[in-house]
Nanobody
Framework: EVQLVESGGGLVQAGGSLRLSCAAS????????IGWFRQAPGKERERVSC???????????YVADSVKGRFTISSDNAKNTVSLQMDSLKPEDTAVYYC?????????????????WGQGTQVTVSS
């Protein structure tokens, strides 16, 4: 069984930090590229960040312009997890955050191309 589980969401004041974690079961992150997405009420799902695997684009990462300089993606193969460090949070970062897994043939895909999705974790940033 393939499963992704996000954790680390919560409520934080503007300017604060949160660290989200995506844990995998039933497969190894060595075999997949991982993406982070977010969706706020009334808005389209937005790609936030992507990272390649050891079986694909090693060391390749992407961060969206809206979070560049504030968010950082990283992986820990020993723990089979991918994290998203979020600093200098703004109220507009409020959303449900999802991690997703796709083929290692590319390190970053569009939302419709990801094969597996987590249940999401809520991030709320107060003004």
């Amino acid at each position: 069984e393939v499963q992704l589980v996000e954790s680390g969401g919560g409520l934080v004041q503007a300017g604060g930090s949160l660290r989200l974690s995506c844990a995998a079961s039933g497969f190894s992150f060595d075999s997949y590229s991982i993406g982070w997405f977010r969706q706020a009420p009334g808005k389209e799902r937005e790609r936030v960040s992507c990272i390649g695997s050891s079986a694909g684009s090693v060391g390749s990462t992407y961060v969206a312009d809206s979070v560049k300089g504030r968010f950082t993606i990283s992986s820990d193969n020993a723990k089979n997890t991918v994290s998203l460090q979020m600093d200098s949070l703004k109220p507009e970062d409020t959303a449900v955050y999802y991690c997703a897994a796709a083929s290692v043939s590319r390190y970053c895909w569009s939302a419709t191309e990801y094969d597996y999705w987590g249940q999401g974790t809520q991030v709320t940033v107060s003004s």
